[in-house]
């Protein structure tokens, strides 16, 4: 059989595909033009991979990292089984290499190609400005420093310290479930009091993927979620996600929280608004379209106002609102519709935290089927 030989050889490393950023811990692309006898070659081939020091002779590199030199197959030696070549042309991958195979020295690539072995190839090492992390198996760079130390994840320009772009889920320890409708979620091996905190996003993936608002942690097995998961929680594993942000004061106090579903608290960890504010808050004016639906609400702070349009047909009927008050101590104001209004008086009774009743009076004609429009503000916590 006739050895195979190379035309031309090419090595591309996919960690390093722009000068700035040196190799790191990942996959390694490697093309190549093969011939056999002057005639381009067809078939499979089993590739071995090493890294030496020099173009020729030189010394073998600690290709995995583990501070040994073993010119053994999955230590300092990589193998690619059965890659196919058509018209000449192979192109694969091959890895893991570690970091510390590049410490900024010049390194080559010896290839051998069905038990015949190739020439070398240099892999040009530029200096660093920049470290990459790949996902194993893949080149593709999941984080990146900078020589100013910052750390990106899901961004090659880094602003800070640390810049997450996209949601950073952390394992919980052990199984949770709820039953239907229940904001209490009980655990089995979990670690509640150290693990998660007031501000985190519960997630989970059965029966669908949904994700929670954590509002109280009661002890290491049972804490409670903003609204219930639908239709109810089977045992299952769990992550959660921090908030996106949180800034303290110099005693410790969380002042500012950005959660990972895109809330804003001010003065408090677990905002149930697009913007909460506990305490005082002032504006220089305010601008936009109020909202004009036929019902809706708005908090600020403590307070809650609702509005909407209640139903009077001469016998009692639920008036709900889109937001529940504390208690039942909020105040109705209701107009009722019609021409007729200034002769028509409206009665509230059976409030609850969710619902009243108004039954509209006519001075001429009783109860009658009138219905308005209401506004109701109390306490929603």
Known sequence: ???????????????????????????????????????????????????YDA??????????????????????????????????????????????AFDGADRWVEVTANGELLSRFEIVTPTATAEQLNAPGTGEAVAQTDVQGHLGIGTSNANAKLEVVGNAALMGTGIIASTPGNVTITGSG???????????????????????????????????????????????AFTFQRPVACFTQDDGEQSLTVTADGRVGIGTDIPSTSLEVIGEARFESLSGDWDQSDSGFVRFGDLQICWGQYL????????TFPAPFIDANYRV??????????????????????????????????????????????RWR
């Open 1 to 51: 059989m006739r050895p195979i030989s190379t035309v031309s050889c090419a090595i591309i490393c996919t960690v390093s595909a722009a000068s700035t950023y040196a190799q790191t811990a990942g996959m390694l692309s490697f093309q190549a033009q093969l011939n056999q006898g002057g005639v381009s070659f067809d078939g499979t081939v089993n590739l071995v991979f090493r890294i």
């Open 55 to 100: 173009e020729s002779g030189g010394n073998l590199v600690d290709l995995n990292g583990d501070g040994f030199v073993n010119d053994v197959v999955g230590e300092d030696a990589q193998t690619v089984i059965g890659v196919e070549v058509t018209g000449g042309l192979l192109t694969t991958k091959w890895g893991p290499i570690s970091p510390k």
């Open 190 to 236: 979990t670690a509640f009091t150290t693990q998660v905190r007031v501000g985190d996003l519960l997630v989970v993936s059965l029966p669908t993927p949904q994700e929670r608002l954590i509002v109280t942690i009661i002890d290491d097995s049972t804490l409670e979620v903003e609204t219930p998961f639908s239709p109810e929680l089977p045992a299952q």
């Open 312 to 319: 009077s047909d001469g016998s009692p009927i639920d008036t």
């Open 333 to 378: 104001i209701a107009t009722p519709d019609g021409d007729s209004a200034p002769n028509l008086t409206v009665t509230i009774q059976n409030k609850t935290t969710v619902n009243f009743q108004a039954q509209t009076f006519s001075i001429a004609s009783g109860f009658d089927g009138n219905d308005g429009d209401y506004i109701a503000i109390g």
